[in-house]
């Protein structure tokens, strides 16, 4: 984690000097400074570790947070990180909590681990709510540019992308907008857009018992497991201003989004 607190006060790692006390936000429990030269500062529990906000945090995850927590406020706006939100299920953690110049909250996820549909949806209601205007971010696999296709024009194509539930989720929050996709080795972002992808069946010829021969020609299919990604980038974060929208509330039989303010990054030039 990458905020603890001293004496009742938010502290950031980045900030923090070795020999004070420091307290776990969720648990109160005493935590260590981990101040490196290559490893991103932070707060690490003192074994055993039983506190929900230490599990699943990866150090690309902390790293993430601290990259567009500095850019925020490079720019002036007011954000915090690892902001608690008392209204959240379970880790009630908003990765970065910026404000507009109006006062809008601006809920930023990072989500870097898997998380179910039904997970994403209570935070994303509860956001919602609290009048909170939200943008999730997935994480880039490094696996996508083993067969990556650069198209020439500042895209790159991967076909056959298995998309998680919860990246499934972000394309809907987002629909026709994109969504953005963090690429932690370049630390970049990229814009992905996801569209069908086509399956094409050989013709088959096989025979039941008794020899009677089926037939099906060939045919072209949508698939259920796969899309195609575009990804369009990669872009700084300097490069990118924050926008505000207004959705509606939708749902499918396997997801559901609530209504509200939804934030999403758009290039300077557009």
């Not at 201003?241 to 939708?250: G, K, M, S």
Request: glycine letters at 6%; proline letters at 6%; one cysteine or more.
């Amino acid at each position: 984690m990458l905020i603890a607190l001293r004496e009742g006060n938010r502290i950031a790692a980045a900030a923090a000097e070795r020999g004070g006390e420091f307290r776990c936000p969720s648990c109160s429990k005493p935590l260590v400074l981990k101040k490196g030269r290559v490893v991103i500062h932070h707060f690490a529990h003192k074994p055993p570790v039983e506190c929900h906000w230490a599990r699943g945090e990866t150090l690309a995850h902390l790293e993430a947070k601290q990259l567009v927590h500095a850019a925020l406020t490079a720019r002036g706006v007011k954000a915090e990180l690892e902001f608690s939100l008392e209204t959240l299920p379970g880790d009630r953690r908003a990765d970065v909590m910026a404000w507009s110049p109006t006062g809008r909250m601006i809920a930023i996820e990072l989500q870097h681990t898997s998380i179910s549909a039904d997970e994403i949806a209570e935070r994303a209601f509860a956001y919602a709510r609290a009048g909170a205007a939200q943008m999730w971010i997935s994480f880039l696999p490094a696996s996508v540019w083993k067969e990556a296709l650069d198209k020439g024009d500042g895209t790159w194509l991967i076909r056959r992308y298995a998309p998680r539930q919860f990246e499934l989720w972000i394309d809907g929050l987002t629909a026709k907008a994109g969504r953005w996709m963090y690429d932690p080795p370049a630390r970049q972002f990229w814009l992905a857009k996801m569209t069908a992808h086509e399956m094409h069946d050989e013709e088959t010829i096989w025979y039941a018992p008794g020899g009677i021969e089926h037939y099906r020609p060939a045919r072209k299919r949508v698939s259920k497991k796969y899309r195609d990604l575009v990804l369009e980038g990669p872009y700084g974060l300097e490069a990118l201003r924050v926008t505000l929208r207004n959705r509606r509330a939708f749902s499918l039989k396997t997801h559901r989004w609530p209504a509200g303010p939804v934030a999403n990054l758009t290039p300077v030039s557009e």
